[in-house]
C-alpha cells in the first residue's frame, strides 16, 4: 500500500513538471510571433485633400490598402508615394472624366481640377491663341465636362510655277527677204510663297503671298527677212517703204527711200520717244478720223496734229512704218515728249509694251 502511494506522488509529481515546462515554451513561442509581428506591421498613411486615413498592415501594397478603404469616391488619382523604413505616405486626389471633342473624335481623360486648358494638356493637346476652344481655356473645371476643340494652324510654304515663254515675230531688213530664222526660247520658273490655314490638320484656305522669280523666261523670235536681193551688182536697188512690212496701213503720197539701216533717206529731224501701245477704244481720234495703225497719239505742242513721220525702233526689230500725229493722251502729262502709237489688237498692245522709238519727221 505504502507503495502505491509513493508512485502516485511521484508520478503526480511529473505531470506538474511536464505543465510548466509547456506553458514555458507556448510563452516564449507567443512572444517571439507578437515580437515578429511587431517588425512585420506596416503603417499607411492616405490623404485625400480633406481627410487622413491610416491603416496597419502585414501588406504594404498601396493598391491593396486604398481598395479596402471607405473612400468618398473610388475614382482618383495617386499624386504622390513616399516611404520612410515602414511608414508609406500616400496623396491621392478625387476624379472625375472631361470629355473633349475635335472633328469627329471625343476623347475622354481622368481629371483631377484645373482649367479647360490643364484638362486639354492632359490629354496631349497644345492649345495656342488661333484654336477655338469652349468653354474657354481659363474656366475652372470641378466635375465633369464636355469641350469642343478645334485645333487651328497657320503654316508657310512654297511652290515652284513655270513661266511659259512667248515667241515674237521680228522683222530684219539684214536678213534676206522671204527668209525665216526661228530663235528658240526657253520657259521661266517662279517661286510661289503662301499661308495656308489648316483646321484639325486639315487645309480649308490657302493664300498667296507673294512671289519671286527664280529663272526669267527668255522668249523666242521668229525672224522674218526684208532685205531684197541685189539682182545687178553694178546696180544698187533702191529699198523703199513699200518693200518693208510695217505694223501702219496708212501709206504716203510716195514710197519712201531708206538707207541701208532702214531709215529714210530725207527727212527734216529725228526724235528718239519714250513709245507705249493702245488699241481701240470706241471713240474717234482727238482730230476727228477715225482711228487705225497709223494715226498716233503725241503731244500736240511737241509734235503738231497732222505731222507725218517714218517710226520704227533703233535696232529695226520693230518697224512701225509711215504715221500720222492725230490724237492725243492723258500719258502726255508724265511723259510731255512720248507717243502713244495705234496698234489693231490689245495682244499687239502687249507684246509691243514700252519701249524707245526713233521718230524721223518727214519733209
Known amino acids: 500500500m505504502l507503495e502505491k502511494i509513493k508512485y502516485r506522488l511521484s508520478e503526480t509529481l511529473l505531470s506538474r513538471q511536464t505543465r510548466v515546462k509547456c506553458i514555458a515554451v507556448m510563452s516564449a513561442f507567443t512572444v517571439a510571433v507578437v515580437t515578429l509581428l511587431g517588425f512585420s506591421v506596416n503603417t499607411v498613411k492616405i490623404f485625400d485633400g480633406e481627410k487622413t486615413y491610416t491603416v496597419r498592415s502585414l501588406n504594404p501594397n498601396v493598391a491593396n490598402v486604398l481598395s479596402n478603404l471607405n473612400l468618398k469616391s473610388q475614382r482618383y488619382k ?47 493637346f497644345s492649345p495656342d491663341e488661333y484654336d477655338f476652344i469652349e468653354p474657354a481655356c481659363d474656366t475652372l473645371i470641378e466635375d465633369t465636362v464636355y469641350i469642343d476643340y478645334t485645333d487651328i494652324e497657320y503654316v508657310v ?41 489648316l483646321v484639325n490638320g486639315v487645309s480649308s484656305e490657302k493664300t498667296v503671298t507673294g512671289e519671286e522669280v527664280v529663272k526669267a523666261a527668255v522668249n523666242g523670235q521668229k525672224i522674218i527677212g526684208t532685205k531684197k536681193a541685189i539682182q545687178n551688182p553694178t546696180v544698187k536697188s533702191v ?59 503725241v503731244n500736240p ?31 502726255v502729262k508724265k511723259y510731255p515728249n512720248g507717243v502713244d502709237l495705234f496698234m489693231p489688237t490689245k495682244s499687239a498692245c502687249t507684246s509691243f509694251g514700252v519701249r524707245n522709238v526713233e521718230i524721223y519727221i518727214l519733209e
Open 239 to 297: 529699198i523703199t517703204s513699200e518693200s518693208v512690212k510695217c505694223i501702219s496701213t496708212l501709206k504716203p503720197s510716195s514710197p519712201i527711200e531708206l538707207d541701208k539701216n532702214g531709215a529714210p533717206v530725207k527727212y527734216k529731224s529725228k526724235i528718239t520717244a519714250r513709245a507705249t501701245a493702245y488699241t481701240y477704244t470706241g471713240n474717234n481720234c482727238s482730230t476727228g478720223v477715225a482711228p487705225q495703225p497709223g494715226y498716233i497719239a
Open 301 to 331: 505742242k511737241v509734235i503738231p496734229y497732222g505731222t507725218k513721220m517714218y517710226i520704227k525702233t533703233a535696232n529695226g526689230s520693230i518697224i512701225y512704218g509711215y504715221a500720222v500725229a492725230a490724237d492725243t493722251g492723258g500719258f
Open 78 to 124: 495617386i499624386l504622390s508615394t513616399a516611404v520612410n523604413n515602414r511608414l508609406t505616405t500616400v496623396e491621392i486626389a478625387y476624379s472625375f472624366p472631361v470629355f473633349i471633342t475635335q472633328g469627329e473624335n471625343t476623347v475622354e481623360v481622368e481629371f483631377t481640377g484645373g482649367t479647360v486648358s490643364d484638362a486639354l494638356n492632359a490629354a496631349g
Open 157 to 197: 510654304g512654297s511652290y515652284t510655277e513655270v513661266i511659259p515663254h512667248t515667241v515674237e515675230t521680228v522683222y530684219s531688213s539684214a536678213k534676206a527677204a522671204g527668209s525665216t530664222t526661228i530663235k528658240e526660247g526657253a520657259d521661266g520658273v517662279k517661286q510661289v510663297n503662301y499661308t495656308e490655314k
